[in-house]
């Protein structure tokens, strides 16, 4: 199923996906008031989105100035995460 597509299209598909979810969970929490708030989730998902970019520009073969700015980025919504749910 998969052989016609190239490890780039693949992740770009993952990445799509990964938008489209915390889209999904953001409209169904905003009509419906259950689920996950999107302020509980979103710096989550920028870090994951950031990891997969990484991947992404690797896979491609980018410069390595785009793969570091990109990891730079996913720890640094890592950490953001972190200290937003950290209870003394």
């Not at 999107?38 to 896979?59: E, P, Q, T, Y």
């Amino acid at each position: 199923m998969l052989e016609g597509l190239s490890s780039v299209t693949v992740i770009d598909l993952v990445i799509g996906l990964t938008l489209f979810e915390g889209l999904a969970l953001a409209l169904y929490h905003r009509r419906t008031g259950k689920g996950v708030p999107v302020g509980d989730f979103a710096v989550n998902l920028v870090s994951g989105l950031c990891l997969m970019l990484a991947l992404r520009a690797a896979v491609a073969d980018a410069a390595w100035h785009w793969i570091g700015l990109w990891l730079a980025l996913a720890g640094g919504a890592h950490a953001t995460d972190l200290m937003r749910r950290w209870r003394p």
